[in-house]
């Protein structure tokens, strides 16, 4: 039985997603160690497996707020299978994964606008983002984690595969 992933040399990528949240909300999941998406839905939830990388990309500051953020605001991995329901306030229990983030700095989306494989309609470039979550490419996580850990983005180069 696998125990999850404790460091990034515990793992192999297999997948890689693009969450949407506002940074308040993305902050909170870091300190946690969780990810939560969809307003707490769990099918979404059910798309990642052990070891897929994720990013969460924050439009907001704050939930329903007007102050752009426009940022990646974490990048990390899905730690293990569970997933698992968590009471915020009665009658609110959201679905939730655990996720090993790693030491990030926000990185700025419009200067990978025309990089990233999802954004290259730069009239349109936050269509996909609509969708709560999303699969990318490994290319373009491999893009974002070298703007936000360049010293961790050249060892997953080794790892890839």
Known sequence: MESGI??????????????????????????????QVGHGKRGPLERMMLGDGIVYYSPTETMGGVQKCQMFTSIGLIKDRRIYQFEMSPGFTPYRRDVFYFDAQDTPIKPLLASLSFTRDQRRWGYKFQFGLFEIERNDFALILSRMNPGLAAKFNVARG
């Open 6 to 35: 404790s460091r990034f040399d515990d793992w192999k990528l297999k997948r890689f997603w693009c969450a949407v949240a506002c940074r308040e909300h993305v902050k909170l999941g870091i300190a946690g160690g969780f990810t």
